[in-house]
């Protein structure tokens, strides 16, 4: 099991930027992908981006051109640049294995992004 830790979030205007960084207990390299999720309230989770190891990655139609995922195995961080920000963007925002049951249910706290229009 992976414990991490989610940071970066706030309160942000629409269209302004953040970046989330999310730090593993222990190293990544072995974990093939790594994604953020985001749940606002009233909805399930849902992953908006992955990247594997070897730097490929993927998005939600909903983020795609607007978010980067990217990975630092040396440092076991996650990160997660965000532009061009949303109200539909608000959520808290955790990042897992992809599938997530690799971690064995485990979730960190996630961080919280608001997103005023």
């Known amino acids: 099991q992976v414990q991490l830790v989610e940071s970066g979030g706030g309160l942000v205007q629409a269209g302004g930027s953040l970046r989330l960084s999310c730090a593993a207990s222990?190293?990544?390299?072995?974990?093939?992908?790594m994604g953020w999720y985001r749940q606002a309230p009233g909805k399930q989770r849902e992953l908006v981006a992955v990247i594997t190891s070897n730097g490929n990655s993927n998005y939600a139609d909903s983020v795609k051109g607007r978010f980067t995922i990217s990975r630092d195995n040396a440092k076991n961080t996650v990160y997660l640049q965000m532009n061009s920000l949303k109200s539909e963007d608000t959520a808290v925002y955790y990042c897992?294995?992809?599938?997530?049951?690799?971690?064995?249910?485990?979730w960190g706290q996630g961080t919280q992004v608001t997103v005023s229009s």
């Open positions: 897992n294995a992809v599938p997530p049951s690799w971690n064995k249910g485990y």
């Open positions: 222990r190293s990544i390299f072995s974990i093939n992908a």
